[in-house]
C-alpha cells in the first residue's frame, strides 16, 4: 500500500526562526511530490510540486528538496513569519493509476 | 476569477438523516475530486470525476454514500443515511487534467449528531 509519512507530527516556531519539515513516502511507481499548505478552516492550497528529475523548488520563503533515491523530502521554511501558522501536507502521486497519497500533515504554530 | 466553491460552509445534523454538498469547480477544469478529512489527518479520496464519468469510486461507501456530476461541472454528494461516523470535512477539488495541479475549495463542515 502506498503510504506518506510525516514529521514531526506538530512543532512550535519562534517569528523568524527557520523550521524543517519532513516526508517520507513508498508510493510507486513515483510521479511527483507536492507540498500544500492548509490554514484553519480552508481547503489547502499548493506550495511546490516536483518530478523524479528535480530535486529542489523554492517558493518564496519555502524551500522543498526530494530525493527520489531514498523517497524523502523536506519543506524548509525560512523567516518564519506569525502567516506560516497552518498545516503542511506532503502529497506523492503515481504514475500508474493518477492517484495521489496524501500524508496526515505537519501543524507549524509560529509564535510572536 | 472564482476559485473552487462549495455550499454549506457548515452542517449538523442527526444521524440517519441525509445531507447533501455542493461544489462549482474552477471553469474549464474536467477533474473535480471529492474528499474526506478527518481532524489531524490527510484528505482521502472517496471519488474522482472525468468530465462526468467517474473514473475512480473505489473508496465511496456505496451503500450510503452517492455522488453525480451532471453536465460535467457543478457536483453533488450526497450521504442518505448519515452516521456518527461521517463528522468530518468534506472537500471538492478541482484540475484542469488528472495529475495536474488541483484546487481546492474551503470544505463543508458536517457534524452528525
Known amino acids: 500500500k502506498n503510504q506518506v509519512e510525516q514529521s514531526p507530527q506538530s512543532l512550535i516556531i519562534l517569528e523568524g526562526k527557520n523550521c524543517t519539515l519532513q516526508?517520507?513516502?513508498?508510493?510507486?511507481?513515483?510521479?511527483?511530490l507536492r507540498w500544500y499548505k492548509q490554514d484553519t478552516g480552508r481547503g489547502p492550497v499548493s506550495l511546490t510540486i516536483?518530478?523524479?528529475?528535480?530535486n529542489t523548488k523554492s517558493n518564496g520563503r519555502y524551500t522543498a528538496t526530494l530525493d527520489a533515491d531514498t523517497k524523502q523530502s523536506s519543506l524548509h521554511i525560512t523567516a518564519s513569519q506569525l502567516s506560516d501558522s497552518a498545516s503542511y501536507i506532503c502529497v506523492v502521486g503515481s504514475s500508474n493509476d493518477y492517484k495521489l497519497s496524501f500524508g496526515a500533515g505537519t501543524t507549524v504554530t509560529v509564535r510572536a | 476569477e472564482a476559485g473552487v466553491v462549495q455550499s454549506p460552509r457548515y452542517k449538523i445534523i442527526e444521524k440517519k438523516q441525509p445531507v447533501a454538498f455542493w461544489c462549482n469547480p474552477i471553469?474549464?477544469?474536467?477533474?473535480l475530486y471529492w474528499y474526506r478529512q478527518n481532524l489531524g489527518q490527510g484528505p482521502e479520496l472517496l471519488i474522482r470525476y472525468e468530465n462526468e464519468e467517474a473514473v475512480d469510486d473505489s473508496q465511496l461507501p456505496k451503500d450510503r454514500f452517492s455522488a453525480e456530476r451532471l453536465k460535467g461541472v457543478d457536483s453533488t454528494l450526497k450521504i442518505q443515511p448519515a452516521e456518527l461516523g461521517d463528522s468530518a470535512v468534506y472537500l471538492c477539488?478541482?484540475?484542469?487534467?488528472?495529475?495536474?495541479?488541483?484546487?481546492f475549495g474551503p470544505g463543508t463542515r458536517l457534524l452528525v449528531l
Open positions: 516536483m518530478t523524479f528529475s528535480e
Open positions: 477539488a478541482s484540475s484542469l487534467r488528472v495529475q495536474e495541479t488541483q484546487y
Open positions: 471553469s474549464g477544469h474536467n477533474t
Open positions: 516526508c517520507n513516502y513508498t508510493v510507486s511507481p513515483f510521479s511527483n
